[in-house]
């Protein structure tokens, strides 16, 4: 119950963004916002911090695979910044297969805004990312971004559904390509191809916990 209360406040935390972001306020209105942010904001601080933990197996490591099939929506962490819906600043995009195929969706709000009525590039660049990142889960890999190459063929809009797709194109021992694009409606806005390296993943959590 809790992890769905912390979703659903970081919800309500980022719809509060775009619509700061939206609108035109007058001096009491932000006076009057000041005053309520700077006292939860207080009230934030008085609580105990959180630490993400690594966890205790390489099986506790793996991310979520969801289900094959639209109707079954999940996020890579709750987190994360694209795909997690504990994460007030996050994007919220919701994500699921079709095979290998992985897929988000999302509609960015007006905090994400570039250029007047477009999304970032930079975001536009990290819901590719995530996807992909969607994809190493679907093929059980554990791997980094070694190389991202975007295309964007068209203005991506902000308040409108955007679909991103990605797969696996080849793979060459630890070194993987992949390719992605997203798209609103029927426009296919931005394209991508990228190379990601393996890991191992005994490798990878033994350097975590040595780093901490």
Do not use: C
């Not at 099986?59 to 987190?79: I, N, S, T, Y």
């Not at 290998?100 to 970032?120: I, N, Q």
């Not at 190389?147 to 060459?172: F, K």
């Amino acid at each position: 119950m809790s992890d769905d209360l912390r979703a659903d406040v970081a919800g309500a935390m980022r719809e509060l963004g775009h619509e700061f972001v939206a609108r035109d306020l007058d001096a009491d209105v932000l006076d009057l916002l000041r005053e309520h942010l700077h006292a939860m904001q207080q009230l934030l601080e008085r609580a105990p911090r959180r630490v993400r933990e690594l966890p205790d197996s390489l099986e506790g490591f793996k991310m979520a695979v969801p289900a094959e099939g639209r109707h079954e929506r999940r996020q890579l962490f709750a987190d994360s910044i694209v795909s997690g819906a504990a994460n007030p600043l996050g994007l919220g995009a919701s994500l699921w297969r079709e095979g290998d195929v992985a897929y988000m969706e999302v509609t960015l709000g007006k905090a994400f805004e570039g250029a007047p009525g477009r999304s970032h590039g930079g975001v536009v660049a990290a819901l590719i990312d995530e996807t992909m990142g969607l994809v190493l889960a679907v093929h059980d890999l554990l791997a980094f971004t070694g190389q991202l190459d975007i295309t964007y063929l068209a203005p991506t809009p902000i308040n409108t559904p955007l679909v991103a797709s990605a797969r696996l194109e080849r793979r060459d021992g630890r070194k993987l390509q992949l390719v992605a694009s997203v798209r609103a409606d029927e426009t296919e806005v931005a394209s991508a191809s990228a190379l990601f390296v393996a890991v191992e993943p005994e490798r990878f959590l033994a350097h975590l916990r040595q780093a901490r």
